[in-house]
């Protein structure tokens, strides 16, 4: 099967909803604290998310993971909205932006490999790309963020049958003034030798609360994944 191959790229498309999104900047009382969620609703939003595995060796391997996410949409706020230095003025239209884009490098280590299973545990360098915007009119203020953040990270895997193979996977770390945690679930059959098709389903949840920002996001999204080793 593709997964079995040094080299396994995985590429899979499809939708996120939104199922929280809570914000506050600054987070003092000279910030509102609102709710994209309630604003712009639940979606959907495209997602897609690209995934490359290099097996090093039989225990030793190292990944690559590319995963945008980000939406604009117009809403009216119920309540004036004081957000990074602006005031935003209740039941006008305001285009409403949030990026929230990760970028990550890793490493695995390989603790069980056979016909049947496989388990990696490992650690992850994730660079957060994010981003939130509101614009009414002439006023306009964004408040960006790009920082690094280290994740642990698990994996695993167990083929029934010839063709079948279910999947799972983590990516997190939660303490302190926030937490990170991107968990999938994927179901894949095997094409042909090096080809698979699977169905994933994924939740990434996260944030921080800090003097500068308060943001708790929880995003659930179901996508269709093809994947191919050499």
């Known amino acids: 099967m593709a997964a079995d191959q040094t080299i396994n790229v995985r590429f899979s498309a499809g939708s996120s909803w939104q199922a929280r999104n809570d914000v ?8 509102t604290r609102f709710s994209l969620f309630e604003a712009v609703g639940s979606g959907p939003v495209p997602a897609a998310r690209l995934e490359i595995n290099w097996s090093v060796n039989a225990r030793h391997g190292l990944r ?7 939406y604009t949409e117009n809403v009216e706020f119920d309540q004036p909205i004081d957000f990074n230095g602006q005031r935003f003025i209740a039941n006008e239209t305001t285009s409403a932006s949030y990026r929230f884009n990760s970028w990550r490098v890793g490493y695995h280590y390989t603790l069980v490999s056979d016909n049947v299973r496989s388990f990696r545990v490992g650690a992850t360098l994730k660079v957060r790309d994010a981003e939130i915007r509101l614009q009414q009119g002439e006023t306009d203020s964004s408040n960006d963020n790009v920082g690094f953040v280290p994740l642990l990270y698990l994996a695993g895997s167990y083929k029934f049958g010839d063709r079948w193979i279910i999947k799972a996977d983590l990516d997190g770390l939660a303490g302190g003034p926030g937490r990170a945690i991107d968990v999938g679930l994927a179901l894949d059959f095997a094409l042909t030798r090096r080809w698979n098709l699977g169905a994933e389903v994924r939740i990434l949840d996260g944030g921080a609360d800090v003097e500068d920002v308060y943001n708790f996001a929880q995003f659930n999204s179901a996508a269709i994944a093809l994947s191919t080793g050499f």
């Open 64 to 70: 690559i993971m590319l995963a945008p996410l980000s």
């Open 24 to 31: 506050q900047i600054p987070n003092t009382d000279s910030g």
